[in-house]
């Protein structure tokens, strides 16, 4: 089980991903287009949106957001 950082084309979610493995916490940077289902598949303890332009263009953000309920496991 991992933390997941859905990248949203930000400059910092690479950083964000550093510094939790500075932390020794498992993590995934992933695409902000991944679906719900898929993102259930991997068994995430926690999901982390990067900032960045496309958090409300393109993508799944807001619907990770609007369907938190979904991604309980």
Known sequence: MKILIIN?????NHRIG???KYLN????L???DL???KIKVKY?????LGGG??????GNSLDYIN?????KI
């Open 8 to 12: 949203n084309k930000g400059q910092y």
């Open 18 to 20: 550093r510094s939790l």
């Open 25 to 28: 916490i498992p993590h995934e």
């Open 30 to 32: 992933v695409s902000n």
């Open 35 to 37: 679906s719900i289902e």
């Open 44 to 48: 995430p303890i926690g999901l982390i």
């Open 53 to 58: 332009p496309s958090i409300d263009e393109s």
């Open 67 to 71: 369907d938190i309920n979904m991604l």
